[in-house]
């Protein structure tokens, strides 16, 4: 017989007439058995893609008061509001390389469409609620942050505004 995929297949003529006996070459069950062994169409079963990792992780830290983290989430009125894993992944697409990590663009904003993203860890550092800020110009940024712009060290800029230099003075002399 030849199948509708165009592959040709031996089959007993007993399964031929019986209805639904023989669907396929034996393609579609190829086809269903690897789609029941990837999770989300991401990673196989046992396995999470690293995309599906920070979904759940995040969602935890949001909503399992018994997680490490949640006093910090979910504890302060952080929420996830992603209603699947799907919506999740189609708003953040794939992670761009395995140094990348989920990030809220707001720290104080929930997880939702519009403030997550992927960040490299220099990134993710400078957005943390401990992260120092100085606001400059009408523009407020981490310490970091400023200190690239200007071409200084963190050292010196610290070291200028604990002798009480003006911030003026400190990011441009």
């Known amino acids: 017989c030849e199948c509708s995929c165009g ?6 003529i007993g399964n031929l007439t019986k209805q639904n006996a023989t669907q396929s070459c034996g393609c579609l069950h190829s086809e269903a058995t690897t789609a029941r ?27 399992n008061p018994k997680n490490r983290t949640y006093h910090r989430y979910g504890g302060r009125g952080i929420e996830f509001r992603f209603e699947s894993f799907q919506e999740f992944f189609d708003h953040i697409g794939e992670r761009p390389s395995a140094k990348h990590s989920l990030n809220r663009i707001d ?14 860890p220099v990134d993710q550092s400078r957005n943390r609620s401990i992260t120092r800020k100085l606001t400059w110009r009408g523009e407020t940024r981490p310490w970091g942050e400023w200190c690239e712009i200007q071409g ?8 200028r505004l604990d002798r009480k230099w003006c911030i003026d003075c400190a990011l441009t002399l």
């Open 107 to 120: 720290n104080d904003g929930h997880y939702e469409k519009g403030n997550v993203n992927w960040a490299l």
């Open 37 to 63: 062994n990837y999770k989300h169409g991401q990673a196989k079963r046992g396995q999470h893609s690293p995309e599906h990792d920070a979904y759940i992780k995040a969602r935890q830290r949001c909503l």
């Open 7 to 12: 592959n040709f297949a031996k089959i007993h």
């Open 152 to 159: 200084i060290t963190l050292m010196t800029l610290t070291h």
